[in-house]
């Protein structure tokens, strides 16, 4: 609330003293000596209260200010006012700081508040606890000369970016596995949150030992079952009722043994296993050969097949990686789509990056199945990939493939008009020839 404006108070008062003073002066003769000394008087009066104010501020302002009447009293009361609003103000910050402290203190996970400099301004328990900080000792030090981790030093130089995590052992003990992220917020400061996903790191470990383990032994008896069932169906060609069923056999056996290979290579991608260097190589001639191979696949369907590719762009990955997911985007375009269909394949890069997709004029996909569709083994239509051969994983070894060539897969589809999936990668993995290979007719 804004104070009452005191001066005409102090006019009045101050004319109702002076006016009988001069008055008094003009009758006797002595007026202008008369004021003089009111003049004095005022000046004197003025200096004391500037003398009593310094010596209150200097003091720090926080006793009792001396009981002064007229406007240096109003003065020392109105600064006196405001200096204890601002005191209850702090006060009442420091409860809220410390509130969102005590809380920051209970959460289970480590929090490290940090500059834009990564230099540390404050940690919670757990951040001591599961990342062997030392508070207040490490206050004012950069996060990356306590924690030397080759992947924590990668993940903190595009963190700013890209609000991405990582997964690395505690510094304080190799068999803890901490999941990290870094939240921008306020001015230019940063949150480190750590937490502790051992449990679920060994789960998912013994996960995919049993997957690749089930599937090595699986491996050799399949292929054992697949040999006997070829030669049996030659040997029993002219016994029809027989040859059905035989038929039958190689096919579900084939069918698993698919499935046995696939489990395989995504086992491999998931545990990081590598299937090849990372180098410099041309897609185009790959990319020929998969469509020539898809229009084989695709026999007397009779889609149409479109190659819309840069033979001059240049990639940085693994080329059998490469080949298994465009590979697994191509065959699914064959085999989920009706015959006719025009399946359009493309590679190409712009500012924005590189792009592989493929395209193709089916019967869409309906948007709740979107977000799912590379997950293990998930369908959009059980039955129709079943008789289609389909494994459920093809996608999922795609975004595993993608995620380790540091890119993602974009999927859109309208029903009644086509899908197309997308895979998008940072242009820093693509770069110009200055020979393009001769197109392979």
Known sequence: MQPRNTWPDILITSLLIALPILALGWATGQFWPTV???????????????????TWLRRGGR????DVRGLWGVIFDQLYRRRK????????????????????????????VLNDDLRIEWVNTMACQLLGLDWPRDEGQRITHLLRHPEFLQFMERARESLARVTVPSPL???RQLELRMLPYGDAQYLLLARDTTHLHRLEVMRRDFIANVSHELRTPLTV??????????ELQEQPELARSVQMLREQSERMKLLVDDLLLLSRLETGETTGPQDWFNP?????????????????????????ADPALEFLGNPNELRSAC?????????????????????QADADGARLSVEDTGPGIASHHLSRLTERFYRVDAGRTQSRGGTGL????????????????????????????????????????????????
């Open 85 to 112: 609003r601002h005191e209850h103000r702090v006060h009442r910050l420091r409860q809220l700081l410390e509130r969102y402290r005590d809380s920051a203190r209970a959460m289970p996970d480590a929090v490290v």
């Open 173 to 175: 003990d190799d068999e």
């Open 327 to 347: 590979a697994n985007l191509l065959f699914n375009a064959v085999k989920y789509t009706p015959g006719g269909t025009r399946v359009t394949l493309r590679w």
């Open 225 to 234: 079952l697949y040999g006997v069932t070829e030669t049996l169906e030659e």
């Open 394 to 441: 093809g996608l999922a070894i795609v975004k595993h493939v993608l995620a380790r060539h540091d890119g993602h897969l974009s999927i859109e589809s309208e029903v009644g008009r086509g899908s197309r999936f997308t895979c998008l990668f940072p242009l820093g993995r693509t770069r110009p020839v200055e020979a393009p290979p001769a197109t392979v007719e």
């Open 284 to 308: 185009f001639p790959m990319l020929q050969k998969l469509t020539e191979e898809a229009r084989v696949l695709s026999g007397t369907e009779g889609h149409q097949f479109v190659l819309d």
């Open 63 to 66: 006793a009792e200010p001396p």
């Open 36 to 54: 003089a000394f009111l003049l004095g008087a005022a000046l004197a009066w003025n200096i004391a209260n500037l003398l009593w104010l310094e």
